[in-house]
């Protein structure tokens, strides 16, 4: 695996770099269903980080249609990898782990259009609970400026 990550550390396969990989295979006796499972494990690997941040750019997707094309694996192989990444991603990582749940609590600061009470309104409705101030149990915070209006 160290030999296939060096070999496409700049997305290009040398035949000097092919013939290296394929010694190494028969090396350790491979047959073309477990150099295929490890081509798949580490285009796996690549999916994990590029989904640690939660978000996969169009940059990550091409890099990583690249590296499935030089290891002779479809996108169809990428889609598998992001999904399967996509469910090990850590909750505390996950874009919908700051997703707000009846009960917690929120706190409004700085001046907003519409009014806060509007929003502490609509909060109290979707079953939040308005602070004052904020605490260990305020569970967001966001900050509105006097030249930024807020969408609902």
Same mark, same amino acid.
């Given at each position: ?8 550390? &700049? ?5 000097? +770099? ?13 047959? /073309? ?18 989904? +640690?941040? =939660?978000?996969?750019? !169009?940059?990550?997707?091409? &890099?990583? &249609?690249? *590296? ?6 479809? %996108?169809?192989? *990428? ?10 991603? @850590?909750? %505390? /990582?996950? !874009? &919908?782990?700051? /997703?707000?749940? @009846? =009960? ?8 907003? +259009? @519409? @009014?806060?009470?509007?929003?502490? +309104?609509?909060? /109290?409705?979707?079953?939040?609970? *308005? ?11 966001? !900050?509105?400026?006097?030249? *930024?209006?807020?969408?609902?």
């Amino acid at each position: 695996m160290d030999l296939l990550d060096q070999a496409l550390l &700049d997305r290009h396969i040398s035949a000097t +770099e092919a013939d290296a990989l394929v010694a190494t295979a028969e090396m350790f006796g491979l047959a /073309r269903a477990d150099v295929e499972h490890l081509h798949r494990t580490y285009l796996a690997s690549l999916a994990g980080i590029a989904l +640690e941040d =939660g978000i996969l750019t !169009p940059t990550e997707r091409h &890099d990583l &249609d690249e *590296v499935a094309g030089l290891l002779g694996l479809q %996108q169809s192989d *990428v889609d598998r990898a992001l999904a399967a990444a996509a469910t090990t991603i @850590p909750q %505390q /990582r996950r !874009p &919908d782990a700051w /997703r707000l749940q @009846p =009960g917690d609590t929120v706190v409004f600061t700085g001046a907003m +259009e @519409p @009014p806060r009470w509007e929003w502490e +309104e609509q909060a /109290r409705a979707a079953g939040l609970q *308005v602070g004052n101030t904020v605490t260990k149990k305020t569970r967001r915070l966001e !900050p509105v400026s006097k030249s *930024v209006t807020a969408t609902r």
